[in-house]
């Protein structure tokens, strides 16, 4: 069952993050899709999905990547999105004056030139923790953990965002906010 899981997390961040087009699912500006067009539409492309397992993903992901309405009838990611029809409307939140971001090593030249930028996705992720940086970094490579000052970019105007499962999204870090952890 724990590979089901894990193959449906994986396939659920794929459509409710970057390519929900990909099934013929749409989302609305918020990142929402109704649980029953996600289910019809996974099954139009040969995935068996059903509310239970969905309820059983959602549920049990460590990193809380998905959310499901009150009513039960609609799902999102919480974060991460790279497809132009999603804006979530967080609201600017303070941070806290450190942050951490995990990478690998072979990307901190470019990070160091250019700092931390959102590539493809709407926002650059920041942990609150050393150690989920560090889990963050290890699925790249060699894993270092950048510290960052946020807020120092707070008190100059960077606007800071915290999703529902704890992440920190800001839109860029640039060089002279990082370190690095000891």
């Avoid at 029953?36 to 139009?44: H, M, T, V």
């Avoid at 998905?66 to 009513?71: K, N, Q, R, T």
Wanted: proline letters at 4%; a neutral charge; hydrophobic letters at 45%.
């Amino acid at each position: 069952m724990a590979d089901r899981l894990t193959e449906t997390s994986k396939f659920l961040s794929y459509v409710l993050r970057h390519q929900p087009q990909a099934i013929g699912l749409a989302l609305d500006s918020e990142g929402w899709a109704g649980v029953d067009a996600l289910i019809a539409a996974a099954a139009a492309n040969g995935r068996a999905l059903d509310r239970d397992l969905i309820r059983a993903v959602v549920d049990t992901s460590d990193k809380k990547r998905f959310a499901i309405s009150p009513d039960g009838d609609r799902i999102r990611a919480v974060q991460g999105h790279s497809t132009a029809e999603v804006a979530i409307a967080y609201a600017p939140a303070e941070p806290p004056e450190q942050l951490f971001h995990g990478t690998a090593t072979r990307f901190l030249a470019s990070i160091r030139a250019e700092g931390l930028i959102a590539g493809s996705r709407h926002h650059v992720h920041l942990s609150p923790d050393i150690e989920t940086a560090t889990a963050v970094g290890r699925r790249h490579g060699q894993s270092v953990v950048l510290t960052v000052a946020a807020g120092a970019m707070h008190r100059q105007g960077f606007v800071f965002h915290r999703a529902d499962n704890g992440v920190w999204l800001t839109k860029m870090v640039p060089p002279e906010f990082l370190g690095e952890a000891q």
